[in-house]
């Protein structure tokens, strides 16, 4: 019945909810289709953008708070899901946001809302590019999961701040999405958690990745966080943040401890030999650094060390 129901209005009458399209289906994209399958607002799917041909997939989701095994089945309908959308969360890697863009472009509905949630800083400006302003949203989550390709592991679920990207209102179908997720929270300083989340994977992301350990080991290295910390604080202070060395260092053990099991998604990239975000997490904090005359010389070394690795 969903494959013969192409349109917008054939899907309402299916299924009575709004429907949520993620697009892409790594461990993001994976745990958030669950937390919204769970609340039950939504009609979730989600696009596994590596899949060419239309399939149906069946996923499933182990929690280890409850130790429950959730199955469910989504669709992976890349045309008629863009186009039936009355909301899209783009939750691919930072450095495939600007092909992702150019390819749902053609499909999406003029005045279907789009979040983007990834790591890093930079894909930020390409979301311009998909549709008006007043309906472009992004998202900074510090909910941590990994996957085997459809089965995702929740690793520590923490807070997910939802903002405009400019001028967008925060309209109901929004309100619903952020209303899903544990933590959700709705604010209009989104680069300021955007900034944060930054500052955490700055720290998280590489150390892990060099050490190929899970995210509560780097919790015995406190100097490790030190050194990145205060050295990227002055920088994050010219993009607009004026959190305190101290506050941006907490932010960083409490992330390591509440998802301390997990492999970051660096680690992760590091080991299956992926691309990683290495340039829109260092790499860009680095470039910004440069223009303001700020040295950084741990950071520099650490993205030296993975460009070698
Ligand atoms: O990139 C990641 O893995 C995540 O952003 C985080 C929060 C560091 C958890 O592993």
Same mark, same amino acid.
């Given at each position: 019945?969903?494959?013969?129901?192409?349109?917008?209005?054939?899907?309402?009458?299916?299924?009575?909810?709004?429907?949520?399209?993620?697009?892409?289906?790594?461990?993001?994209?994976? !745990? +958030?289709?669950e937390l919204l399958r769970r609340k039950g607002l939504f009609k979730t799917c989600f696009i596994d953008t590596r899949?060419?041909?239309?399939?149906?997939v069946t996923c499933s989701c182990e929690s280890i708070n409850s130790g429950t095994t959730y199955r469910c089945s989504k669709g992976v309908y890349p045309e008629s899901f863009v186009k039936a959308a009355d909301l899209i969360i783009i939750t691919?890697?930072?450095?495939?946001?600007?092909?992702?863009?150019?390819?749902?472009?053609?499909? !999406?509905?003029?005045?279907?809302?789009?979040?983007?949630?990834?790591?890093? %800083?930079?894909?930020?400006?390409?979301?311009?590019?998909? +549709?008006?302003?007043?309906?472009?949203?992004?998202?900074?989550? $510090?909910?941590?999961?990994?996957?085997?390709?459809? $089965?995702? %592991?929740?690793?520590?679920?923490g807070t997910t701040y939802v903002g405009p990207l400019k001028h967008a209102k925060e309209t109901e179908v929004i309100r619903y999405f952020v209303k899903s997720l544990p933590?959700? +929270? @709705? +604010?209009?300083?989104? @680069?300021?958690?955007?900034?944060?989340? !930054?500052?955490?994977?700055?720290?998280?992301?590489?150390?892990t990745a060099i050490r190929n350990c899970v995210n509560a080991e780097i919790l015995r290295d406190p100097?490790?966080?030190?050194?990145i910390i205060t050295e990227i604080t002055p920088v994050l202070r010219k993009l607009g943040l004026n959190d305190s060395s101290e506050s941006l260092q907490r932010r960083v053990e409490t992330v390591a401890a509440n998802t301390g099991t997990n492999y970051s998604s660096m680690q992760?990239? @590091?080991? @299956?030999?992926?691309?990683?975000?290495?340039?829109?997490?260092?790499?860009i904090l680095i470039k910004k650094a440069k223009i303001y005359g700020i040295k950084t010389p741990c950071i520099d070394n650490l993205y030296q060390k993975l460009k070698n690795m």
């Open positions: 019945n969903i494959r013969k129901a192409n349109n917008r209005a054939d899907l309402k009458k299916l299924h009575g909810k709004p429907v949520a399209c993620i697009i892409g289906a790594g461990s993001i994209g994976q !745990l +958030t289709a899949i060419k041909k239309e399939k149906r691919v890697k930072a450095f495939s946001v600007a092909k992702i863009i150019r390819d749902i472009a053609p499909h !999406l509905n003029r005045k279907t809302p789009v979040i983007l949630m990834v790591n890093g %800083f930079g894909a930020q400006e390409e979301l311009k590019k998909l +549709t008006h302003e007043n309906r472009l949203y992004l998202a900074s989550t $510090s909910n941590g999961a990994t996957h085997k390709k459809y $089965s995702v %592991f929740e690793k520590g679920l933590s959700g +929270t @709705y +604010t209009d300083a989104i @680069y300021d958690e955007l900034l944060r989340k !930054l500052a955490v994977n700055a720290v998280i992301n590489p150390v100097e490790i966080i030190k050194n992760q990239d @590091y080991y @299956y030999g992926r691309l990683s975000e290495i340039d829109y997490i260092l790499g």
